[in-house]
């Protein structure tokens, strides 16, 4: 367990979490749930028993460092990683790995988003061991994949290749054949259908040696770039070294830069209770609804009202009357009332609101 490390990735900012996910206080570093833990908390909370308090690192902007410290206040500084600019997750995945890998050679590296669901943990534990013996044994690349319920076009698709004794059961992993990102919702259904597609639940698992030699072969510049980190990691020349490696590396995402490329990725067929919980519409879906199938947090009255989800400020009465599939949504001066099948336009009002002012967004 001590070679096992996992990295959180929670520098985003969520905007069709909007109005609670803000610039300055993104969706990760709130209590969505009500649970008492924020979302950050709960997914390093996850991995307790999986690997040492000391080998969690988080990834993040530098504007939240402080808050991450806040809420694990266990973590020591070496343990926050401090992105000075976005870069998607590619130099985020190199960063962290090439850290971790220049302290641990021997090192078997999970990397999970700061803002998921979980809700069958023991399971996600099981799944989350079965990778890393698979990782520990192979030179592999490891993502999990979801069994879908629904054509969702908000999601990512993995096409494996089917094996006689395939499964959820024995969790062994299936060699991955395509990603497909985003599909319109006929290919989403045919994606389905056929039973050979996963949702990608972005959450990957190798050891450090593997990953390294996927950024050598698929995203050199990338390597070379975080490579010569390797005597400033763990220093007080760390800070300046990644400002100035940030500055030169480009923007893309991990799985365009090598999972979609490599051909040593399997999928892990896997069972969990998962969402991404990207948008109000995944939180409807994973939260108790009473009998008028209405998700509510706050201090409401309800009357002739369903299929809603309302998350208002416990200090005000809110008083709804009349409505059918709607969001309602308050937070730090800000309310949002929108049909929840229009979610979508959560992205224009957060462009909308950025031009009436900052304080907005």
Same mark, same amino acid.
């Given at each position: ?209 593997? /990953? @390294? *030699?996927?950024?050598?072969?698929? $995203?050199?510049? !990338? ?9 400033? %990691? ?74 809603? /989800? @309302? *998350?208002?400020?416990?200090?005000? $009465?809110?008083? !709804? ?9 308050? %937070? ?30």
């Amino acid at each position: 367990m001590n070679h096992t490390y996992v990295i959180i990735m929670a520098g985003g900012v969520g905007t069709r979490f909007w109005p609670f996910s803000r610039t300055s206080y993104p969706k990760q570093f709130h209590d969505v749930l009500g649970t008492g833990r924020t979302l950050l908390q709960q997914t390093a909370d996850r991995f307790d028993g999986i690997c040492p308090p000391e080998n969690i690192y988080i990834v993040t902007s530098s504007l939240y460092k402080d808050l991450c410290q806040q809420q694990l206040p266990q973590l020591s500084d070496d343990q926050v990683l401090c992105e000075p600019i976005a870069r998607n997750t590619a130099p985020c995945v190199a960063y962290a790995c090439y850290k971790i890998a220049q302290q641990d050679p021997e090192a078997n590296i999970v990397v999970a988003p700061a803002d998921h669901i979980i809700l069958k943990e023991e399971e996600f534990k099981h799944t989350i061991q079965k990778a890393l013996d698979a990782t520990k044994a192979d030179d592999i690349l490891v993502t999990l994949g979801i069994q879908p319920s629904r054509p969702d076009t908000g999601y990512g698709y993995i096409q494996y290749i089917p094996e006689v004794s395939e499964g959820i059961k024995n969790q062994r992993p299936l060699r991955v054949k395509t990603f497909t990102e985003k599909p319109h919702l006929e290919l989403a259904k045919q994606f389905v259908e056929s039973g050979e597609f996963v949702w990608n639940a972005g959450i990957f698992v190798w050891n450090a040696q593997t /990953i @390294i *030699k996927a950024f050598e072969t698929y $995203l050199p510049e !990338v390597a070379e770039i975080f490579e010569e980190g390797k005597d400033a %990691y763990y220093t007080e020349r760390e800070s300046a070294f990644v400002d100035r490696a940030y500055s030169l590396t480009k923007s893309i995402s991990i799985d365009n830069g090598i999972m979609e490329k490599a051909a040593n990725v399997y999928v892990v067929l896997s069972d969990f209770g998962w969402s991404d919980l990207g948008t109000w519409k995944s939180l409807y879906e994973v939260s108790d609804k009473n009998d008028d199938f209405n998700v509510i947090d706050g201090h409401i009255l309800l009357y002739d009202t369903k299929n809603c /989800i @309302i *998350k208002t400020p416990k200090d005000r $009465l809110v008083v !709804v009357n009349g409505l059918d599939g709607f969001i309602v949504a308050e %937070y730090d001066n800000v309310l949002m009332i929108c049909r929840k099948e229009e979610e979508q336009k959560v992205k224009n009002f957060v462009a909308d609101a950025k031009e009436r002012g900052i304080e907005f967004v």
